[in-house]
């Protein structure tokens, strides 16, 4: 049995995985991470805590929990180094607080190459061995695999981070500091903060979008249902987002010689809205394949790859390689 966890900026959840991927027992509670590092070690402790009646239920101990963090992270030490969407957590040692706290041993990783390890598992019967991952959710999350294996690149920490390439240099600003990152346009941040835009320019001055943001209740859901509902600027949103990415897979394409990405995340919910507006800007922006050769999928669950691929990684760390 193993624990994975799957750390984002808005949520933390965490599941009992075994051998055969089949999730025993799960828990969501909202991340909170403005209440500090010890508070989401606590709750992430309290999460592993009731998993375990689930595994002593099947007899069988949990041998390893997986970690998933948004953002830049030292593997090896078990500490974050840089999420921007979770800066409370920057230098602190969250996997090793943690196995101190469960006396269980816990692996780190970046969440989205986990989700590129729970894909690749979902799919291993697939023969797709070269793909680029990209997650959307608060943040846009990237992940590439190689001849079937998870590429680390020169472990600095960072790999595939194709959130943080720059779509356009003069676009809007990004959690990371740059400006017009791909996160900048295809976020559920990028969502709401394009309708924040709308308004500061005085070209929204009412409506549902409108008052759902005075109140502080505008979400990326929010904006998909507006966008569903005919909203102009809603569906403006997420062309954009659709552009942003079928731009920034289209140069990665041709810089690797890869024709495959998988879509997952949360907000991989609009695929509805942006997949069209995507292959269009793909066409447009990877002129060294042919459009019929270029595949772009949704997740096979993308709401359970990253979960999964962290209790994989436990899996893998512990030799118990199914
Ligand atoms: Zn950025």
Not at 12 to 17: K, N, P, S
Not at 138 to 147: A, E, K, M
Not at 190 to 212: D, K, M, N, S, Y
Request: proline share 4%.
């Amino acid at each position: 049995m193993f624990i994975g966890i799957d750390l984002g900026g808005t949520h933390m959840r965490a599941a009992l995985v075994d051998r055969r991927q089949t999730i025993l027992d799960r828990r969501k509670v909202a991340t909170h991470v403005e209440t500090g590092p010890e508070a989401v070690r606590s709750r992430l402790v309290e999460l592993c805590r009731e998993l375990a009646p689930a595994a002593r239920k099947k007899g069988e101990p949990v041998s390893a929990i997986g970690l998933g963090v948004a953002g830049k992270i030292d593997p090896r030490e078990g500490r974050v180094i840089f999420s921007p969407n979770l800066l409370p957590l920057n230098d602190y040692p969250l996997a090793c607080e943690l196995q101190e706290q469960t006396r269980i041993p816990v692996y780190m990783e970046n969440d989205a190459n986990l989700f590129g390890l729970g894909e690749q598992w979902l799919r291993a019967d697939r023969g797709i061995e070269n793909w680029l991952g990209v997650t959307l959710g608060t943040g846009v999350g990237g992940c590439l695999i190689l001849g079937g294996r998870l590429w680390s690149g020169d472990h600095l920490g960072f790999s595939a981070e194709i959130g943080h390439t720059v779509v356009d240099p003069a676009g809007p600003e990004c959690v990371c500091g740059l400006k017009g990152c791909l996160e900048a346009h295809s976020s559920a941040r990028a969502l709401v903060h394009g309708v924040a835009a709308h308004i500061a320019r005085g070209e929204l001055t009412g409506g549902r979008l409108f008052e759902l943001f005075s109140t502080g209740a505008l979400t990326a859901e929010a904006v998909y249902d507006c966008a569903k509902q005919g909203s102009t600027l809603a569906l403006g949103l997420f062309q954009r987002m659709g552009w942003a990415l079928g731009l920034a897979i289209g140069s990665a394409f041709t810089l690797l010689g890869i024709r495959c990405a998988i879509i997952g995340g949360g907000v991989s919910a609009g695929w509805d809205l942006f997949i069209d507006p995507l292959c269009e800007s793909l066409r447009e922006h990877c002129s060294m394949l042919n459009p019929g050769e270029m595949v772009v999928q949704l997740s096979e669950r993308p709401n359970e790859a990253a979960l999964l691929g962290a209790a994989r990684l436990a899996q893998i760390k512990t030799g118990v390689d199914a």
